[in-house]
């Protein structure tokens, strides 16, 4: 599986803060064999986001992970800019990683952490702490190379 990561931060992309969401994610995307394509951060900024989105999904990237923006402080707009741009938003996913993380933090109920097709790619917002990010995508796994799969298929017309 092709896999673009996306961190989004504010202070990550400025040289602030040093990113650890991204490696967190590739680290646990190579763990599971998948081939990550590219790593990009971006502020937390609605176009950048889906500029970043667009871009590696252009790029054949199946499955996108981001990291960071999911929250409810003002500047969290991930799930803003994932559904200006998405085809379908997959509730199943967000409601699984919020109801699995509840049994780890009572702050999990703040997520809005949510997968969507964009294109041909399956997009999934993950939490900004790397620990975070990391178990929401290990508790929808077994559902990603299926949803990877239909996101590509291509419309046949009649």
Not at 77 to 106: D, N, Q, Y
Not at 128 to 151: R, T
Request: glycine share 10%.
């Amino acid at each position: 599986m092709i896999v673009g990561i996306i961190t989004i931060s504010d202070r990550a992309s400025q040289g602030i803060y040093e990113d650890l969401g991204g490696p967190a994610l590739r680290s646990a995307a190579t763990g599971y064999a998948w081939q990550v394509q590219a790593e990009v951060i971006v502020p937390d900024d609605l176009l950048a986001i889906q500029q970043a989105v667009l871009s590696l999904s252009a790029q054949g990237c199946g499955l996108i992970l981001t990291t960071g923006g999911t929250g409810i402080a003002e500047r969290d707009l991930t799930p803003e800019a994932i559904r200006g741009i998405m085809r379908v938003e997959i509730p199943g996913f967000g409601e699984v990683m919020r109801m699995k993380s509840l049994e780890i933090t009572p702050n999990a109920i703040l997520s809005r952490s949510l997968a969507a097709v964009v294109q041909r790619s399956l997009v999934i917002a993950l939490p900004g702490k790397p620990q975070g990010a990391v178990e929401c995508l290990s508790f929808v796994l077994g559902a990603i190379p299926h949803a990877v799969k239909l996101a590509q298929k291509v419309p046949t017309s009649c």
